[in-house]
């Protein structure tokens, strides 16, 4: 263990410090990235802080909530009661529905090429390409004259979304399936 583990004073400073990294990443955390803001090496003792910190959370009975994914990362989040009660104060989408369409199709199609994107979305998707691609959504290859683009973990993480391809495809078919109005036929 690392001698910044060993007093109580810098377990309680290393506990805070698991607090504010995952407050402000807003996105799940993973271990290494933990480990390298803390400057501990061992992921065993950083994966305690973090699991310990889990437990305080859990027992406060407040709010937020801190989660150990499966595949081993943390997230700090709003327990699900409470989003009803604050969704209008909620910050404003963080895509307009131009770029949030560009993102569903690339979602859907990818790895696509981007001048099929623009061929369904029209000569405005190479400007949301641009912006998905600073936010972090999707990543863009180059390949030949045009660039293959697919989704990032960033935008998995952002829509609680596996970041197996072939697992998200399916979560977003049930999605669309499950969100789309159901359609009645008149006699």
């Known amino acids: 263990m690392s001698e910044k583990q060993a007093d109580p004073e810098q377990t309680r400073k290393n506990l805070a410090i698991v607090e504010a990294a995952l407050y402000a990443a807003g996105r799940p955390l993973e271990l290494r990235t933990l480990c390298s803001i ?23 009975e407040l709010a937020l909530e801190i989660l150990e994914l499966p595949d081993g990362r943390f997230v700090m989040q709003l327990k699900p009661e409470f989003t009803d009660h604050i969704k209008r104060l909620a910050m404003s989408p963080l895509l307009t529905p131009g770029p949030l369409k560009t993102l569903s199709y690339i979602a859907f199609k990818q790895p696509v090429a981007q001048i ?15 912006i998905l691609h600073q936010m972090g959504l999707i990543e863009t290859e180059k390949l030949g004259r045009t660039k293959i683009i697919r989704t990032t973990d960033v935008f998995a993480d952002l829509f609680g979304l596996s970041h197996d391809l072939r697992q998200m495809k399916r979560q ?4 669309r399936e499950t969100s789309l109005p159901e359609v009645t036929e008149v006699p």
Do not use: C, F
């Not at 977003?172 to 999605?175: A, P, V």
């Open 38 to 60: 803390l400057d501990i090496h061992s992921k065993k003792a950083v994966q305690s802080l973090a699991r310990a910190l889990l437990q305080e959370y859990a027992n406060r």
């Open 116 to 130: 099929h994107v623009a061929n369904v979305r029209g000569p405005q998707a190479y400007d949301h390409v641009k």
């Open 172 to 175: 977003l078919q049930l999605r």
